[in-house]
């Protein structure tokens, strides 16, 4: 049995040596936060929904970024809140198609400073919009408030494709008593974001609830109040009222709701899409 101990003994004396002379040590640099920005591609332009204008991969300064073999579309990487780090200052990006890879879908430079951006790309000629992110973001109570906060973002154009359509208002939709309520949450003239804005869950009488309210429903109204309209199917000859239906939102969490696309002649020319983004 001492024999036993004693070989148990050196082998640990061994192996404690080994340990503390084969560390394992990863290099690392501390990252000079004044010289980098990051940022969040969304591709949002003013194009009818088609899969031939998926993004299949992403540069900044002729560096790929991002790259997926199955064309995705929307935000690179996809509706995941990810951001790139980029150097500060003059900024090139390109964003490309195809499954090969190599066809240039959009193609700008800008300049940023450092921060957290979000860079929606709204026109194929034009730089992207850069709407600043904040460092913190607000949660609320995490027992008493059923908060989420919403951010507004309209880039939504007239038939052509081009003309802004003007400010909008993103409402909630809600059955009260009985009656359809629409409750005011953000508004946002072209090419501009609003602050975050609270806006109440409604824990629809569950006592055990998960914190996620699931089925909601939105309105756009434009500036003289009236609801957003659209060809609704492929079939129908006039408009009627637009909603944006089937999410589900988390009290606690940040989302940026952004609007793109066009009003149309038919429902093959229109283009309405409202995406978000849970950033927190």
């Not at 908060?147 to 409402?171: A, C, E, Q, W």
């Not at 309209?229 to 606690?252: C, E, I, N």
Request: proline share 4%.
């Amino acid at each position: 049995m001492k024999k036993i101990l004693s070989i148990i003994s050196v082998l640990s004396l061994f192996l404690l040596y080994s340990c503390e002379k084969n560390v394992i040590t990863y290099g690392a640099t501390d990252l000079d936060q004044n010289a980098y920005a990051q940022v969040r591609f969304v591709y949002d332009l003013p194009i009818v929904t088609s899969t031939a204008h998926n993004i299949t991969r992403l540069t900044y300064n002729d560096q790929t970024y991002s790259e997926i073999g199955t064309p995705l579309g929307s935000i690179l990487p996809n509706s995941i809140a990810k951001y790139h780090r980029v150097p500060v200052g003059s900024v090139k990006v390109d964003a490309f198609k195809t499954a090969t890879k190599d066809v240039v879908a959009y193609s700008s430079t800008f300049n940023i400073t450092k921060g957290k951006w979000s860079a929606f790309a709204y026109q194929e000629n034009q730089p992207p919009l850069l709407v600043q992110d904040p460092e913190e973001y607000q949660t609320g109570h995490p027992w008493n408030d059923t908060i989420t906060y919403i951010r507004f973002v309209n880039l939504f154009h007239k038939s052509d494709g081009v003309t802004p359509f003007g400010r909008l208002t993103l409402k909630g939709v809600r059955t009260v008593g009985g009656v359809i309520t629409y409750i005011d949450i953000a508004s946002a003239n072209y090419m501009e974001a609003s602050d975050y804005m609270p806006y109440k869950l409604d824990r629809k009488g569950i006592a055990v609830w998960s914190g996620t309210e699931s089925a909601m429903v939105f309105a756009l109204f434009d500036a003289s109040g009236q609801q957003l309209t659209h060809f609704a199917t492929t079939s129908a000859t006039t408009k009627t009222a637009h909603q944006v239906t089937g999410y589900s939102l988390a009290k606690g969490v940040n989302y940026i709701f952004h609007l793109n696309g066009k009003e149309g002649t038919n429902n093959a020319t229109q283009a309405i899409r409202v995406s978000t983004i849970a950033v927190n």
